[in-house]
């Protein structure tokens, strides 16, 4: 049971995810991978308390954060220390399948990739999320968002399971709830304070791929 100080233990706080968020780049804007993997493990803990509708989609989150953990405790351990170093790295040793998939499947690259792509969706949901009203669907800002980033790269039968998924999000109050943060207004106020982490973490990111023509890694 919690107690006055409300020491629950793992629940999920907006708070901390910005937290991690706010980590992860370093002073000359690298952008670091534990602290993005530590923000991901955050995002998943609170899909993970919407319930089981949504497992398909933490269950992909967690094997691709994984991967990254992987390659971190690995003995090239040293080089996954930022995105920046991880690129490098792996461009360099030719470690990262750039056309078709061959003999890299478990890149770096290619699975932070993944996890971008779906940092640009929870950008533009939680966009709409701070600018809703009272009588706003959080599934259909989903599913906007959805349509609008991640969906373009995924088949048919993923965005259709996605779909359904979204049709059972809890509305707008519950969903505030779930973030712990306090009344709307607070909830608000800190999608205010993450919106431009996220974005930032999102624009480096995303400059870095495209540099390195790496925005279709297979
Ligand atoms: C709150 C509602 C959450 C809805 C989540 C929206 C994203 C929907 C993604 C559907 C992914 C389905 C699972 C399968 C994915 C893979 O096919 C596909 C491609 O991988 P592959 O190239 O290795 O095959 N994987 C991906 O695109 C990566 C998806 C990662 C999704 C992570 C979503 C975490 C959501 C966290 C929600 C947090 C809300 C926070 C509010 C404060």
């Known amino acids: 049971m919690a107690d006055s100080d ?3 233990e793992q629940k999920f706080s907006l708070r901390e995810v ?4 706010r980590q992860c780049l370093s002073e000359n804007k690298e952008v670091y ?11 998943v803990k609170f899909l993970n308390s919407l319930g089981s509708v949504f497992s398909f989609i933490s269950k992909d989150a967690v094997n691709k954060i994984q991967i990254l953990v992987n390659h971190q405790n690995g003995e090239n351990g040293g080089h996954y220390i930022t995105v920046q170093s991880m690129v490098k790295y792996e461009l360099e040793n030719g470690l990262v399948d750039l056309t078709k998939r061959g003999g890299h499947p478990e890149s770096g690259c290619r699975t932070l990739l993944r996890l971008h792509r779906a940092l640009r969706w929870l950008e533009l949901f939680l966009e709409r999320l701070r600018t809703s009203n009272e009588d706003s669907k959080t599934s259909v800002m989903c599913a906007d968002a959805y349509n609008e980033s991640l969906a373009q790269h995924h088949p048919w039968v993923v965005r259709k399971a996605a779909g ?3 049709c059972v999000l ?11 943060v306090g009344p709307p207004e607070q909830v608000v106020a800190m999608l205010g304070e993450a919106l431009p982490l996220i974005s930032e973490v999102y624009q480096i990111t995303e ?3 495209s540099h390195h023509n790496m925005l279709d890694l297979p």
């Open 6 to 8: 409300g020491s629950v």
């Open 18 to 21: 910005l937290d991690t968020f």
């Open 33 to 43: 991978l534990q602290h993005y993997v530590s923000g991901w493990r955050g995002l």
């Open 164 to 166: 359904v998924a979204f």
């Open 170 to 180: 809890p509305g707008r109050q519950a969903f505030f709830e779930v973030m712990n």
């Open 207 to 209: 400059e870095l791929y």
